[in-house]
């Protein structure tokens, strides 16, 4: 009976004991938090003297301390390898940028693996460990996916990563990683700094819901409010903008007198003159001064932006009951910037601030601001460069909240005090690699008020050095003398006393040598970026030799040549040969009597760039990125197409039907329209072609329709001939232009892609086909591309080349709803993903080859053309590229019960998978959101259902079949979800997809001056 009254109240104590363990925080050891902002200001922040609405930071700095002695070490790169590693960011290789290595221990360009990371320390005494926002220590030759990530952040401790190797634009950040894969950002409703609190906050609350007893570590850095100047929400910009309209110089004064006021700044402090460079405010224009205004306002948005974001974390630890057990740490990497002169930059032709199609800076005026009290800015390591806003928040071990801290603290001290804290190890080796000991202290005393000893803090960045010791600080600029100044009486580095005291001087620069020898500062570099990181070689010849390979054909066979004509907003009824009695298409009515016509023939999507990338890469256009692009400001709210001086454009590791062609010995031609980018890297010469003749997008981009679009060029490789190009003879010109390169090629196989710009409105014609049909500009512009293929038809035949070239002939999708063209009898538009929008006409010719007259009913798809015609070259399909597309020349060739090789086929409107078919059936998922065709995405009132369709029997879709074929809609449905995984589906991640090209600053193309 004892016994058993024992075991019921061990039982009973066991199971109080877990029921206490699972509410509440359960573990003994802190939380910790550091968030770190990028080129942030001195006096930014509410809490230390500015006016930007900060009131979650207020907050904390409220209900803990304030470090007003806290340094960083002048520059990103060397600040955060400082942070992560106790050290000084030379002897972990990083002394300067990660731009280049320089080939000195100390200037490695990376983070060093003779290094321990808090998160590597933190994981191995059983922290999670966690990481949203800019890394910053991995070397730009090793940011690509396929190169070495021994740098990367999972490869340095932590579990869960979201952010981007380096910084870059707020709305595409360039090189985004997700745990260790490159992904590319959401076209719509995307900011970087919301993503970089989300995703931490996901990751935490993720963390404490698996693991309640487990403590974590987060390290969150913020690229806010770094340049590019790009804000969310016009409202904070607006209001900021009449706050700012006061000029530097008032609110300067004004921020002096509130820190004076907080207690911040010692009474006998004063304030520096404004630097020379920047001119008082009222001595600007009224125009100088709007614009001047409106960036500072942009710069506050982003900060107010960065501000709410940690409310939303620090609510929720507060709602998960873990606040009080979380040490949270807030700096900045480096004093505000003054790049781009006083007045800030603008590296965008034509960009809008706080736009995407803006990339600039505030300049030094504001940066003047920003730093009050302090001289100087990052890169220099006066106060300025190195002094950071530090808040410290910890409920637990806090008990003087609100107080100041004047000690002397840097970055390297934030190892040794989460160490301690979390009562962690520091290793002495990492793999085979002997770590240097921490080289800072401690700071959970001065946390607790307890008094410290005073040490030497150093630094060195560009040639610019320095040492605090005590109240004494010796500064110097690179290349000039050592300048002294006495803190506790002149912390604003107004008064010079090196003169006056040079046993001092003397003293302390030995003393920042001896430093300097042992930790791989010397010898000192002071040379400006563009020698440490010379300027690219001249770009090579645009297209570069390649290895020849030899083709795997069977014995006998010859190559043959390879042609694919590519009408723009071609409707399927356009064509005689497709039903249509309004267009006269002989040529092309005499190619499908010698040819294959493909009735089930299909574009990869309703718009011209994703077509177009589909049909050279063989990958539907979610895979590589280029299914939703940014356009510029006061364009239109389509986001479905590349308009001039994007950003993004097809990659060049892409490889594409030239790419794949050229080794085994063809030559290459693109005339016609491009569409995949406008940048130097993205053009065709870039793309496996070694010619290239035409229009680089879409004819209704130029100045005329859009007076910010440069004038619209004609291209001849890389070089703009002529702009604004005459497009009334440009099909005749493509069409003269083709025939050349046929000509001169005959002798060696050859691929030739011939993208016309025509039928796309505005339609244009030549002189000889204006009104030649009596129904309009559009029939006339259609029997001009008729007459345009018979002239290619007619030169194969000459040269006697027919029986050895394939040629096909299609479209990039359906025709528009207006402008004259038809899809009949297919139902929809270009745009959308009805049958209209994404079938379209499709004939092949390869005299001898193929069968006269054969119409081809299976389903195959632009995507297809580029596996067909390596198959036929002897060419093998890249090992480093999935791709979507399949061989279908057992379709085109008639072979005996040839079928589609496509389990299904995917209708993608931009990011959202809205249908999918596989043989006769065609499903229109369920949706409770619509993505629109100019971009809009829809929250349906009553969700739409699925619908389904007999193609075969019902190719209007006229007839909805789901509920009697509910079987099938179940497995076209599983197969979708299937395909959304893969390729992604709105704001869900596709595992598949590959990032497009990216531009950091575009040009307009102009003719040369």
């Known amino acids: 009976m004892f016994r058993r009254i024992v075991h019921r109240a061990v039982f009973l104590w066991l199971w109080l004991a877990l029921l206490l363990a699972g509410t509440g925080r359960a573990q003994d050891r802190p939380n910790v938090l550091l968030i770190m902002a990028d080129d942030m200001g001195y006096s930014d922040l509410g809490s230390f003297g500015g006016e930007i609405e900060t009131p979650h930071l207020n907050r904390l700095a409220a209900q803990g301390l304030r470090f007003t002695d806290f340094y960083n070490t002048g520059r990103c790169c060397p600040s955060r390898a400082s942070l992560l590693t106790g050290l000084y960011p030379h002897q972990v290789s990083l002394g300067w940028m990660t731009a280049a290595d320089l080939g000195r221990p100390g200037y490695g360009g990376e983070l060093s693996p003779a290094s321990a990371t808090l998160a590597e320390v933190l994981s191995a005494s059983g922290y999670g460990t966690y990481m949203a926002g800019k890394w910053h220590l991995t070397r730009y030759d090793h940011e690509a996916p396929e190169s070495p990530k021994d740098s990367w952040p999972r490869q340095r401790g932590f579990d869960r990563f979201y952010g981007s190797l380096r910084g870059g634009s707020y709305y595409a950040p360039e090189t985004l990683v997700k745990d260790n894969d490159r992904i590319t950002a959401p076209a719509r409703n995307y900011h970087y700094t919301d993503a970089i609190s989300q995703r931490a906050g996901s990751f935490l609350e993720a963390h404490m819901e698996s693991s309640p007893n487990k403590p974590f570590f987060c390290y969150l850095a913020y690229t806010a409010p770094h340049w590019p100047l790009h804000a969310a929400e016009e409202d904070v910009i607006t209001k900021y903008r009449e706050v700012y309209a006061a000029g530097w110089d008032v609110l300067r004064r004004e921020r002096f007198n509130r820190m004076h006021h907080m207690r911040l700044l010692e009474p006998r402090w004063s304030l520096p003159q404004r630097p020379d460079s920047v001119p008082a405010w009222e001595s600007l224009s009224e125009a100088q001064r709007e614009e001047l205004a409106h960036r500072m306002a942009i710069y506050a948005a982003q900060i107010e932006r960065m501000d709410h974001g940690i409310g939303q974390i620090v609510q929720l630890l507060e709602e998960k009951d873990q606040l009080d057990n979380t040490l949270i740490v807030f700096v900045a990497d480096n004093g505000a910037s003054a790049e781009g002169g006083p007045f800030g930059f603008e590296r965008l032709e034509g960009g809008e601030l706080g736009k995407a199609s803006s990339f600039a800076s505030y300049g030094k005026g504001w940066a003047t601001l920003s730093n009050t009290p302090f001289r100087e800015y990052k890169h220099w390591v006066h106060e300025g460069g190195i002094a950071t806003p530090c808040i410290v928040h910890w409920p637990d071990q806090i008990f003087d909240r609100g107080r100041v801290r004047t000690t002397p603290a840097h970055f390297i001290d934030l190892m040794p005090t989460v160490i301690e804290v979390a009562q962690a190890a520091y290793p002495e080796s990492r793999g085979d690699q002997v770590i240097p000991p921490m080289e800072g202290r401690s700071l959970l005393d001065t946390i607790k008020g307890m008094s410290s000893a005073r040490r030497p803090i150093f630094w060195e960045h560009e040639g610019n050095r320095a040492l605090r010791q005590g109240p004494w600080k010796l500064v110097a600029k690179h290349d000039r003398p050592w300048e002294l100044y006495h803190l506790d009486d002149d ?198 072609f070694e010619e290239y003749f035409g229009i680089p997008y879409s004819n209704d981009m130029g100045a005329k329709q859009f007076p910010v679009n440069p004038p619209l060029p004609l291209l001849r490789g890389e070089k703009v001939i002529e702009a604004p190009v005459d497009q009334a003879t440009i099909t005749r010109r493509y069409t003269e232009e083709a025939i050349k390169f046929i000509r001169k090629s005959q002798e060696r196989p050859f691929f030739l892609y011939l993208p016309h710009t025509m039928p796309h409105n505005p339609v244009y014609v030549s002189e000889e086909f204006k009104d030649k049909s009596e129904h309009g500009l559009y029939a006339s512009c259609v029997e001009e591309l008729d007459w345009s293929t018979g002239q290619i038809l007619e030169t194969l035949d000459e040269l006697e080349l027919a029986e050895n070239t394939l040629v096909a002939f299609t479209s990039d999708n359906g025709a528009a709803r207006a402008w004259g063209g038809g899809n009949a009898p297919l139902p929809g538009f270009k745009g959308t993903v009805s049958e209209g929008g994404m079938r379209v006409p499709c004939i092949a010719r390869w005299t001898g080859r193929l069968p006269g007259g054969h119409r081809a009913n299976a389903l195959t798809s632009t995507i297809d053309l580029l596996p067909t015609f390596l198959r036929l070259a002897g060419g093998e399909l890249p090992a480093e590229q999935r791709i979507d597309g399949h061989d279908i020349w057992p379709i085109l060739s008639a072979e005996d019960d040839a079928k589609s ?38 929250t349906l009132k009553d969700p739409r259902p699925a619908r389904l369709y007999d193609l075969e029997k019902d190719s209007g879709e006229k007839t909805d079949l789901a509920d009697a074929e509910a079987e099938i809609v179940a497995e076209l449905t599983a197969l979708a979800e299937k395909a959304k995984d893969d390729l992604g589906d709105l704001e869900r991640e596709g595992s598949g997809v590959r990032p497009p090209g990216m531009e950091a600053r575009p040009e307009a193309l102009k003719l040369p001056e």
Not at 565 to 586: A, V
Not at 658 to 664: C, G, H, I, K, M
Not at 904 to 926: P, S, T, V
């Open 901 to 938: 090789p496509h389990a299904a086929f995917y209708y993608y409107q931009q990011d959202q998978l809205q249908a999918i078919r596989r043989g006769k059936w065609k499903l229109y998922l369920q949706q409770e959101k619509i993505r629109q065709p100019l971009g809009r995405i829809d």
């Open 491 to 688: 912390r604003t580095e107004t008064n010079d006393v090196a003169g006056e005291y040079p046993s001092v001087t003397r003293e302390l620069s030995g003393l920042w040598q001896t430093h300097a020898k042992r930790t791989q500062v010397l010898p000192l570099d002071g040379r400006p970026w563009g020698e440490r990181v010379p300027p690219a070689p001249a770009a090579p010849p645009a297209i570069a030799p390649v290895p020849q390979v030899e083709p795997n054909l069977p014995e006998g066979a010859k190559q043959p040549n390879l042609i694919v004509i590519l009408c723009d907003d071609l409707g399927y009824g356009d064509l005689g040969c497709y039903g249509s009695s309004k267009h006269r298409t002989p040529h092309l009515d005499r190619m499908a009597e010698e040819g294959v016509l493909l009735t089930n023939f299909y574009s990869a999507s309703g718009f011209c760039t994703p077509s177009r990338a589909a049909l050279l890469t063989g990958c539907y256009a979610q895979r590589i990125g280029l299914h939703m692009n940014y356009l510029p400001p006061g364009t239109s709210t389509m986001r479905q197409v590349l308009f001039p001086v994007a950003r993004r454009g097809l990659h060049p590791d892409e490889i594409t039907i030239a790419d794949a062609l050229r080794p085994l010995g063809y030559a290459t031609a693109c005339i016609g329209k491009w569409h995949l980018g406008d940048q130097k890297s993205f053009l065709p010469t870039r793309q496996g």
